[in-house]
């Protein structure tokens, strides 16, 4: 299927490995130029260096933290009217929510709600005005089901769910939709991270544990980031003007519900 956007421009959010990476490589093979975003600059360079060398396409690095005023403007002033945005950033630390300081829930709500806000606030009325946007902002599967040692991410994300859900059909007459994708489990770094301290109270590898829990996903497995990648392309296609605000779930049938 051609998705219709061979030429449009996009800002990918921390895109220089995992997730926001295959987004990135997803789209740049619909023939979407790319700016993409992280904080490690040399990681980035090399991400974007991979995806030039694949798909041919122009994909500029912005180096910076997206959480941070100035690590938007990076990438804003590369691409101040992008006509796709994917919304991304690295997910707060687990824990017990005793441990929680008030800094440490600011730095989530900046993180994986009101950044992404921001970055959406910078990008809409352009979008408005030429009559086609298609923002995709990456959340977590805790929304729909709360994961119990990330409340800092089952808050966060749920705020920023809250705000879409309303943003999402002021917006979608013109042409521009909004809509939040919401991973399972995914073979990446981060999968890692949030099996590691359960790994090691249990006594087992982290790769032990990512392999117990793909056993226990219908799919029988974790996913892979380009099955990933592969539907927010989708979801930022010509084809997908008619889906509004949803929250799509990519689990392998992991939550268990009729519908
Ligand atoms: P990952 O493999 O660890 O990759 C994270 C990427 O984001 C890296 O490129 C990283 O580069 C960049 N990044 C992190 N913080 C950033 C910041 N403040 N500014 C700019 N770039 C930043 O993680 P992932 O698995 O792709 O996860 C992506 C998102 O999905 C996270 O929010 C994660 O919590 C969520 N999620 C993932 C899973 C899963 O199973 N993988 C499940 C549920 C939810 P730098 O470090 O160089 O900045």
């Not at 030039?52 to 690590?71: K, M």
Request: charged share 20%.
């Amino acid at each position: 299927m051609d998705l219709g956007i061979h030429g449009r421009k996009a800002i990918v959010c921390a895109a220089s490995k995992g997730l926001g990476f295959a987004c990135a490589m997803a789209l740049a093979r619909e023939g979407v130029s790319l700016v993409i975003t992280g904080r490690n600059a040399e990681a980035l360079e090399a991400a974007a260096a991979k995806i030039r060398s694949e798909t041919g396409v122009s994909v500029r690095a912005a180096a910076g933290d997206i959480t941070s005023p100035e690590g938007r403007a990076t990438a804003l002033d590369l691409c101040p009217a992008p006509d796709i945005l994917i919304n991304n950033a690295g997910g707060p630390p687990p824990g017990d929510f005793r441990e929680f300081t008030d800094a440490m829930w600011h730095d989530a709500l900046n993180a994986n709600m009101l950044s992404p806000i921001a970055m959406i606030k910078a990008v809409i009325d352009p979008m408005i005005a030429q009559n086609f946007g298609r923002i995709v902002n990456i959340t977590s599967g805790s929304v729909k089901s709360p994961i119990a040692n990330i409340g800092l991410s089952n808050g966060a994300r749920t705020g920023l769910t809250g705000f879409v859900a309303g943003l999402a059909r002021q917006v979608a007459r013109h042409n521009v939709t909004i809509n939040n994708l919401l991973p399972g489990p995914f073979n990446t770094d981060r999968l890692r991270v949030t099996v590691a301290k359960a790994a090691e109270a249990a006594g087992r590898t982290a790769d032990e544990m990512i392999a117990a829990r793909a056993k226990e996903n219908p799919a029988g497995r974790v996913g892979e980031p380009e099955e990933f990648g592969a539907a927010c392309a989708f979801l930022c296609s010509n084809r997908s003007g008619y889906i509004v605000g949803q929250n799509l779930l990519l689990d392998g049938g992991g939550f268990n519900s009729t519908m």
